[in-house]
Nanobody
Framework: QVQLVESGGGLVQAGGSLRLSCAAS????????MRWHRQAPGKERELVAV????????SYADSVKGRFTISRDNAKNTTDLQMNSLKPEDTAKYYCNAQRVFGLRVANYWGQGTQVTVSS
């Protein structure tokens, strides 16, 4: 059974830090590109950060570049999102996503999300 379980969310003051973690099971984690997305109330879900399965290359949304860091541990089947210098506009529910392309088919898994609230 595929599972992605996020943890680490909470309430933090502006300028503070949080570290989100996503624990994966039920699939070959090392073969999947991992992403963190977020969705604020009344807004569309947006991509925050990506880390590839091979080489661990990373990319970030402009809004979080220089403040957030995505990482992965293929031995532990986890991916983390270190969030520093948090701003009220970072308030959202954060979702972990695993994706792998099999020719014409895409395997795409989502966690249930963890809430991050940044107070001003």
């Amino acid at each position: 059974q595929v599972q992605l379980v996020e943890s680490g969310g909470g309430l933090v003051q502006a300028g503070g830090s949080l570290r989100l973690s996503c624990a994966a099971s039920g699939f070959t984690f090392s073969s999947y590109v991992m992403r963190w997305h977020r969705q604020a109330p009344g807004k569309e879900r947006e991509l925050v950060a990506v880390i590839t399965n091979i080489g661990g290359s990373t990319s970030y949304a402009d809004s979080v570049k220089g403040r957030f860091t995505i990482s992965r541990d293929n031995a532990k089947n986890t991916t983390d999102l270190q969030m520093n210098s948090l701003k009220p506009e970072d308030t959202a529910k954060y979702y972990c996503n695993a994706q792998r392309v099999f020719g014409l088919r895409v395997a795409n898994y989502w966690g249930q999300g963890t809430q991050v609230t940044v107070s001003s």
